[in-house]
């Protein structure tokens, strides 16, 4: 049974950073393509960033530059990390196993406010 697990969002100021991990179980992170989404309060849900089994990574505009996504197989994670947070990156974060179908964790809260 496949199961992800996120964890380390939080209430931050501007300008601060986050990470933020899913954990797998269920599967290998090495061998699935997977990505983080988020979603904003009356916002459809959008891709942050996607990294292939190729190891072809995507960012959404927004973000370019700010964050990285990236995976530890040791503990056999997904990881985001967030600098330089905004505001408008406040929302629920979910991690995704796979690129059509596939399996959603639960999400974690990231807040960035002053």
């Known amino acids: 049974q496949v199961r992800l697990v996120e964890s380390g969002g939080g209430l931050v100021q501007p300008g601060e950073s986050l990470r933020l991990s899913c954990a797998a179980s269920?599967?290998?992170?090495?061998?699935?393509?997977m990505g983080w989404y988020r979603q904003a309060p009356g916002k459809q849900r959008e891709l942050v960033a996607f990294r292939t089994t190729l190891n072809k990574i995507t960012y959404a505009d927004s973000v370019k530059g700010r964050f990285t996504i990236s995976g530890d197989n040791t503990k056999n994670q997904l990881i985001l990390q967030m600098n330089n947070l905004k505001p408008e990156d406040t929302a629920i974060y979910f991690c995704?196993?796979?690129?059509?179908?596939?399996?959603w964790g639960q999400g974690t809260q990231v807040t960035v406010a002053s």
């Open positions: 269920g599967l290998l992170v090495g061998f699935w393509d």
């Open positions: 995704k196993a796979g690129s059509q179908d596939g399996y």
